[in-house]
């Protein structure tokens, strides 16, 4: 069997259908040739970011797997792999690679050693007999622990080797792991005695799928609950102890019950300090759940680590406390303590959220995209910069999984490619990303691998003319150079690929504008609205 052959089965093995990428790696031919659909991208990128959403989407269950070519491919394939790696997204790396004998020679790009700071393991294919040992490898690593992209490298001058027959492979084991029972016993202590705590829930919990245990934890203690970005919709955020997710930008709610919380737990979390997340308060009592222990005490000084898997934690915790609260809480002070601060968050919001002004203001036009979808039956992302600090806050997420938030790193554009992927991976969910004048610059150009990929996503761009929030920090260069200008008829762009663009610059027009683009997505057309908008910079920060 042909090593591309071989790498193809396992692949198909393992679950994977979709294999996005760009030319030239023959890996695309093999896959293509056992019904491994190719997605073939304008930018390497976009690709990467494709595969990151299948893996999310499924948490996991569905491995994303992307390929390109050697030298200039991989160097440009380099960020979207650390955006994976930040966001602790498992997808399979597969670049082609120099000839043997020139791998290690300067200038060359050697994918397995330039990204290996970037990935969980970075492993070249030396010899075809060890391409079924190799893959175990990366797919154990792939199934098990904290999420990362795997990569394996396949240099130029093997794909004419031979693997031996019958090939020998069979899919990997997953498996999980739990916390010290005795470390849960002092957590569930703790919980059971804390006046005021805190729930924050990370991705960790959609990976883990364990969103009924952390519902049923919060509604036992009546404990309110706020997310990460990630961590965004994994608690129902229209629950009467739902405080809503917290990043650069957050609700009013979330700010009060942190700084006044006696005891915060964070569970499928890893506190990683950044301006793209919830700045946890000094001197509080922390329980920190979470399946990586180096992430322990590395940004926020905990008094309990639970070591393990969000789920069977939760359920641990869930046990433990049997004995110590016999019965759920009553939810009724908090509940109230939080709709009195929500209402008045909301209020002071009114006058941007219900603008009937123009050009439009982003809240509105986010307001509205939010009463018009099918909120449970949609998979929506932001993007870096104001797209993701207007929509965050605001955006009540009700099922999991139904919004993919990310901000450890925040790269322009990767929106875009995240709707394609959750597209792929969810064929019946509306999906939708919005993104701003920006990050279109970046990506905009993969609005027709959309269109030629029969790929059905709803694309909400903020259109302000403006690097709006640069404005405070370049008003010399914005005055003398107008170096924050920046412009296009991007509805026009849409429909140059052969999608569905429309532009909207009136109040009234953004909910029958919506409608259309919806209606064009289920005619399987991608669509893209361009709403003209004002430099809106005010952002939710308390």
Known sequence: MKLGAAIAEIMKREGISILTGYPV???IEFAAAIDIRPIMVRQERIGLHMADAISRV???RTIGAFCMQHGPGSENAYGGVAQCYGESVPVLVLPMGYPRRLAHIDPNFNSSVQMRGITKSAEPIMSAAEVPNILRRAFTRLRNGRGGPVLVEIPTDMWNEEVPEPLAYTPVIATRYGPDPADVARAAEALAAAKRPVIYA??????????????????LLAAPVTTSLGGKSSFPEDHP???GSGGLAIPKPVRHFLDNADLILGIGCSFTETNFG?????????IHATLDPDHLNKDIACEIGLVGDAALTLDALLAELAGRVKEKRDPGPVAREIQQH????LAAWAAKTDSEEEPLNPYRVLRDLWRTVDVDNTIITHDAGSPRDQLSPFWVARTPLSYLGWGKTTQLGYGLGLAMGAKLAAPDKLCINVWGDAAIGFTGMDFETAVRERIPILSILLNNFSMAIELKVMPVSTEKYRSTDIS??????????????ERVTKVAD??????RGIEQTRNGTPALLEFITSKETAVSRL
């Open 58 to 60: 499924t948490s996991g």
């Open 510 to 515: 953004i909910i029958p504008a919506i409608r």
């Open 202 to 219: 990370g991705t960790g919990v959609h990976w883990a799928r364990a969103w009924p245990q952390l519902r049923a934890l919060a509604e």
């Open 241 to 243: 102890l739902a405080l």
């Open 278 to 286: 919830v700045r946890m308060p000094s001197g509080k009592k922390i």
């Open 25 to 27: 790696n023959h890996l």
């Open 342 to 345: 929500r209402a008045e968050w």
């Open 488 to 501: 296009g008829d991007y509805a026009a762009m849409a429909r140059a690929f052969g999608g569905y663009g």
